[in-house]
């Protein structure tokens, strides 16, 4: 009873040391701003203005207000009156006091005073990439973060493979407004960065819907659960009602192709007295970027690395088509993306919100072009009805093409309610992604006959094939409680539930039966079916402020999948400000875990791919719990686990000069990979070759450094000049244990998790502000990363040299509503340039020979298809300059 009766002693006495501040947040123009972040200074106390711009906090006597909006320069007021009305006037530069709500179970703080590295970007820093979409805008801004289109990779093209921290794109959690955004269908299969992982659709998110950015440089798990080891990724969306916009988007690269037309409306109402809307719509069309190599004739008529083909009849077709008709670089898309983000204020304490998204995309691309000398009439003699007009003559070839369509949705509705000072959120999210597959212009090659004699296939086949596709769909329920209990101390806590369907779709039989479609097998009905699971996991976060400066924060999480086990995980974090919160240090140390993805669980196909000197060859996934893969010895798959350090500084000399710098070393236990094609022996034996699977090989380390410094409002003229440098620096990326026994992992699979993104990347940005002309130039370095192609000999390796990427924007206010952009990304038109490296003597001596070094060139690159990146890919696009003309008109 003493210790109740202490505690409401306590509770009372700073209840009567606050008192009630109230008022209205507006733009310089005289609109409400609603979402508007106070925060009492030094304190972790903080409201948001509603739909009308009110707000109103209890602070203590002597208190200082701090007043934050994302593209608003940020006001300081005194608690001096009961009543304080503030007038935000916008500003181009982030917004250091923005108080950012990633990476905290407890309530927000602003990302200055926070205990974890973490970045925020504006709408506009966005959109003044001139990129197309949001994944390659986060490329030229954030240093760890990569993407780059693969030359030709099937299903891939439908979606990127991203990271952070060349991590991969699995280990990187994406929210929607703090809220898990489903994954994609797609489990990436090919050689290409990104091997046998998935992740979300982050390029199918509309830029212009967005808010802000707010990327967590920390591992993550204690908070979210799962697939946070590299970072967290939350995308806030815009929720404003007053300021509509149109904006009409037109591009094309230097070479003329790659034509790009977009159209986007971002604009948003009040809902009855106290609701709002915010929707956006867009639509966009790009054409294909086509840029292949010039094929060598005599590789091509070569049977060790090409066709075995006459000389002859190959250089007749040369002449013609000096890249044998390939076409690769980016694919045709389509998109149309709808987005809407709301609430409604119930009561004083009471509030629902929702936000839903639909994206349909539509990606035509083309498998490499088969050649008259390839697939031969002396073959297959139907071929010339089915590609020409029944003459030897009118044969020229085919060439498959492989169309996709994606489907993608997410949908959160939502309660708040803040009940004695407990403030409790109540959430269900739905999500889902499908991809369905069509190949045409192809044909079924396999000389089955039916009871009469007669072929089922080959003259007899289709040329158009469905092969199926995937899909992924996933429910969470979230309930999130949490409060602070003093000026020291807040506390979380909560729970989440989920359940997961990964779904593979049956093609059509034509597309699978014998070697099936060519270019691209469909899925057999014994590979077809559909799998689920569900965790719960339960978490909870305690923050005590040991002084003004000095703050502690733990996290404890427990989750429980109905597939594999359980796991616990933990975090601490801890920050502390000095020189009147000028200088900060953070660090943190965590554990956490990565389940494996349902896609890895359960795929199982036949897969087409380029093998060095064997052309296409079809090769199998057997997924983990096949008989064949009990059969084999091949355990289940179990989580990743994963430790995560990270020690950094912020400082905030000045009102314009700020600067991070932050190290991180990540080690993951278990990492879950796609191994090399292995051949061998059943236990009944019975033979196989060709197959690959899924396993926890090995254990692996990651660490580096990254570093953002921004000086802003230096006076020119009568402009104003900003400068920011962001870098990312890898120490260390590699695998720290044996290869598990059984499993087969080669140097072209270990150059792809670990050497094929940049080691390190800096980007040099200015912004100039003068009168109605606003100029931004941005040089992005990209250092240099290493493959080991498969095929290529293992004495040697292929090198990109580092190259520096130089983007620039001018933009002009023609009136107050009125906004034109012209964007030139890669002005001076800089592509990726590869070399062999020699491991060794044996190396140095094959570099020596012309001879020698050209069959190696032309190994990985198909004979020259793609000597411009080679057929993994490159560390940024092989584009070349792209021309980006925009209009915005705010109404």
Same mark, same amino acid.
């Given at each position: ?291 292949? *190599?010039?094929?060598?004739? $005599? ?7 090409? =066709?075995?083909? @006459?000389? #002859? +009849?190959?250089? &007749? ?70 590609? *020409?007009?029944?003459?030897? $003559? ?7 093409? =492989?169309?996709? @369509?994606? #489907? +993608?949705?997410? &949908? ?84 989440? =539930? ?394």
């Amino acid at each position: 009873m003493k210790k109740i009766a202490f505690l409401l002693l306590l509770n009372v006495s700073f209840l009567f040391a606050q008192k009630e501040i109230s008022g209205v947040v507006k733009d310089n123009v005289g609109n409400a701003l609603p979402g508007v972040n106070i925060i009492e200074k030094g304190t972790r106390n903080f409201v948001s203005t509603d739909i009308d711009g009110a707000y109103k906090i209890s602070v203590e006597e002597g208190a200082t207000l701090v007043f934050s909006y994302v593209g608003f320069a940020s006001v300081e007021k005194a608690a001096t009156s009961s009543n304080i009305d503030v007038s935000l006037s916008a500003d181009a530069g982030q917004n250091l006091q923005e108080v950012v709500v990633t990476g905290t179970r407890t309530a927000p703080r602003s990302n200055t005073t926070s205990a974890l590295p973490i970045d925020v970007l504006t709408s506009k820093d966005l959109t003044s990439t001139g990129q197309v979409t949001f994944d390659k805008a986060l490329q030229y801004k954030i240093p760890s973060f990569n993407v780059v289109q693969t030359p030709v990779n099937d299903a891939t093209s439908l979606l990127d493979p991203y990271e952070i921290r060349n991590m991969g794109p699995s280990r990187t959690l994406i929210l929607i407004n703090g809220k898990r955004k489903n994954l994609s269908s797609l489990l990436y299969v090919q050689t290409s960065p990104g091997r046998g992982e998935t992740g979300a659709d982050i390029s199918a998110i509309p830029t212009d819907a967005i808010e802000r950015v707010e990327i967590l440089r920390d591992g993550a798990s204690a908070q979210y659960g799962s697939d946070a080891i590299a970072g967290v990724m939350n995308i806030i969306l815009k929720k404003g009602t007053t300021d509509s916009a149109v904006t009409v988007r037109s591009g094309i690269t230097g070479k003329g192709d790659g034509e790009m037309l977009g159209v986007s409306l971002n604009a948003g109402s009040t809902v009855g007295d106290k609701g709002f809307i915010n929707y956006t719509v867009d639509f966009s069309k790009v054409n294909q970027a086509n840029r292949p *190599g010039i094929v060598d004739a $005599a590789a091509e008529a070569d049977p060790n690395i090409g =066709f075995g083909a @006459d000389i #002859n +009849d190959v250089k &007749a077709f040369l002449a013609k088509h000096p890249d044998a008709g390939n076409i690769n670089g980016s694919p045709e898309t389509a998109a149309a993306k709808f987005l809407i983000n709301g609430g409604k204020e119930l009561s004083e304490t009471t509030s629902m919100y929702y936000n839903a998204a639909y994206v349909y995309k539509k990606v035509n691309s083309f498998a490499n072009y088969r050649t008259p000398y390839w697939r031969t009439l002396a073959d297959y003699p139907y071929l010339k009805d089915f590609f *020409g007009d029944g003459t030897d $003559a009118s044969y020229q070839g085919y060439v498959p093409t =492989f169309e996709g @369509d994606l #489907n +993608d949705y997410n &949908a959160t509705l939502g309660y708040k309610a803040v009940l004695n000072g407990w403030n409790s959120d109540f959430s269900v999210t739905v999500g889902g992604n499908t991809q369905d597959y069509t190949v045409n212009n192809s044909h079924n090659r396999s000389d089955m006959v039916d009871a009469n004699g007669e072929h089922v296939y080959q003259e007899n086949s289709p040329i158009t094939f469905k092969p199926g596709g995937t899909g992924f769909h996933h429910v969470v329920g979230n309930i999130d409680i949490s409060k602070v209990l003093s000026d020291k101390i807040s506390i979380g806590f909560g729970s989440e =539930f989920r359940t997961e369907t990964f779904e593979v779709v049956e093609g059509d039989k034509a597309s699978w039966d014998g070697s099936g479609a060519d270019s691209f097998a469909g899925n057999r009905p014994e590979n077809s079916g559909k799998w689920n699971r569900y965790n719960i996991g339960v978490y909870g976060d305690l923050a005590y402020d040991i002084s003004k400066d000095f703050l502690v924060n733990g996290t404890l999480r427990y989750e429980d999948y109905s597939d594999f086990g359980s796991s616990t995980v933990w975090k601490l974090s801890s920050r502390y400000k000095f020189l009147d919160d000028k200088i900060t240090l953070r660090g943190s140390v965590s554990t956490g875990f990565r389940a494996p993805t349902l896609h890895q669980i359960y795929t199982q196909k036949s897969q087409y791919s380029f093998v060095p000197g064997e052309g296409i060859q079809v090769s199998g996934i057997i997924n983990n719990v096949s008989p064949q893969a009990r059969q084999l010895g091949i355990p289940n798959l179990k989580a990743e686990k994963s430790t995560n350090i990270s020690i950094g500084m912020g400082a905030k000399l000045s009102r314009n000069f700020n600067f991070t710098i932050d190290y991180y070393n990540i080690k993951v236990k278990d990492r879950i990979v796609l191994g090399d094609k292995q051949g061998g022996f059943f236990p009944n034996g019975t033979s196989y070759s060709g197959l690959a699977w899924f396993s926890n090989s090995f254990d692996s380390r990651t660490s580096g450094l990254d570093v953002v410094a921004n000086y802003n409002n230096i006076a020119l003229g009568t402009g104003k000049l900003g400068f920011s440098l962001s870098g990312n620096v890898t120490f260390q990326n590699e695998r720290i244990s044996p290869v598990r026994t059984g499993d087969s992992f080669s140097q072209t699979l270990e150059s792809l998790m670990f050497t094929s993104r940049p080691e390190t990347k800096w980007i040099l940005g200015a912004d100039y502000k003068i009168g109605k002309f606003d100029f931004l130039l941005n040089n992005t370095y990209f250092g240099k990363t290493t493959f080991n192609q498969d095929g290529l000999a293992t004495d040697l390796k292929t090198e990109f040299i580092p190259k520096i990427v130089t983007d620039l924007g001018v933009s002009f206010s023609a009136t107050k509503k009125l906004t034109f952009a012209l964007n030139i990304n890669n002005i001076l038109n800089v592509l990726p340039e590869w070399k062999f490296v020699a491991e060794n003597a044996a190396g140095a001596a094959i570099m020596a020979d012309p001879v020698k070094i050209k069959e190696q060139s032309n190994l990985i690159t198909f004979n020259g298809r793609y000597s411009n990146t080679t057929y993994d890919g490159s560390h940024f696009s092989q584009l070349g300059t792209m021309w980006n003309l925009s209009m915005n008109y705010r109404f």
